[in-house]
């Protein structure tokens, strides 16, 4: 007997354009908050340059970004159950609180 309770599910299809498929490299990211949103700032930035453009930003409600969070979370623990424990590396001769030589806004 089928259950009649289940609600039906659609599928979603989702178009990715090659302009989109291209993506954006990004080797930070800056995170801030209001009441009802999250921004996520993603950055590329290169050494011994003054300025940083955003390459792209994501906006997100708070419910959207816990999922994200989520998400991400359980794809780093599947990529580390295949290739083995992300490490940060840092240079041997960094100072400290500064993991790569990229610059963090939040730090004093």
Do not use: C, W
Not at 41 to 65: C, G, H, K, L, Y
Not at 80 to 105: D, S
């Amino acid at each position: 007997m089928e259950n009649n309770n289940k609600p039906h599910q659609q599928e979603l299809k989702i178009e990715l354009t090659p302009e989109i498929a291209a993506g954006h490299y990004s080797n930070l990211a800056v995170i801030s908050h209001s009441p009802n949103e999250f921004f996520m700032d993603f950055i590329a930035v290169s050494p011994n340059m003054p300025q940083a453009r955003v390459q792209t930003r994501v906006i997100m409600t708070p419910e959207n970004a816990k999922t994200l969070l989520s998400a991400l979370q359980d794809n780093i623990n599947r990529y580390e159950a295949t290739f083995g424990t992300i490490l940060r590396k840092a240079p041997v001769n960094a100072p400290k609180g500064n993991v790569g030589g990229i610059p963090n806004p939040f730090q004093a």
